[in-house]
């Protein structure tokens, strides 16, 4: 299923198939990201004055960005190919990872501890949300839609509602006629 816009998505195809396409995606979005922190760390932050001080800003936000997808989607297939199943865990695994990355970087074990605490639940929450279907990479397929598109005033509804009323009293009209009796009593 392509995500709105006709391109690959993550939950295109399921976990453990089309490794390299998963990363690509994730590091592409997660490159994006990088760049955007990058950019206001170096004009807030660090307010760096040299292009190799602001080249260094960049690096160490979307290299850490970067590689936090990469470690995600092999930790997520290197634990389905060794336990075989594609479920929630798997992403928990991939939390673990990309927790324990973040845990190098800042060389503390209470981050790595928080970020465990924190994503773990998460990218579990995430899976199982896909899985069962209520999710945004589904466009909320699973959960009822209705008939009629209705807008923020009900302008939609109103000419819906009007249209009913409108067949409702042609089709007693006729229902009288052939009795004929006067549709008005």
């Given amino acids: 299923m392509p995500d709105r816009h006709g391109k690959y998505s993550y939950f295109d195809t399921p976990d453990g198939q089309d490794a390299h396409k998963k990363a ?19 004009l807030n932050i660090t307010k760096a004055q040299t292009k190799m001080g602001v080249l260094l800003v960049y690096g160490k936000h979307m290299g850490l960005l970067v590689g936090a997808g990469l470690a995600f989607t092999a930790a997520t297939t290197i634990s389905l190919d060794l336990r075989k199943k594609d479920d929630e865990v798997n992403h928990a695994m991939g939390a673990v990872a990309v927790s324990s990355l973040f845990a190098a970087y800042t060389a503390s074990p209470f981050v790595m501890a928080s970020l465990i605490g924190i994503t773990v639940p ?11 279907g209520v999710s945004p990479w589904h466009d909320f397929k699973r959960v009822p839609k209705t008939e009629y598109p209705i807008t923020y005033y009900n302008f939609e509804l109103d000419k819906r509602e009007d249209t009913i009323k409108k067949r409702y009293d042609e089709k007693n009209e006729e ?5 004929n009796l006067d549709s008005r009593v």
């Fill in 122 to 132: 998460l990218a579990y929450l995430n899976k199982t949300a896909f899985m069962d």
């Fill in 24 to 42: 690509w995606y994730l590091c592409k979005n997660l490159g994006k990201l990088g760049f955007l922190t990058g950019t206001l760390d170096a």
């Fill in 175 to 179: 229902y009288f006629k052939k009795l």
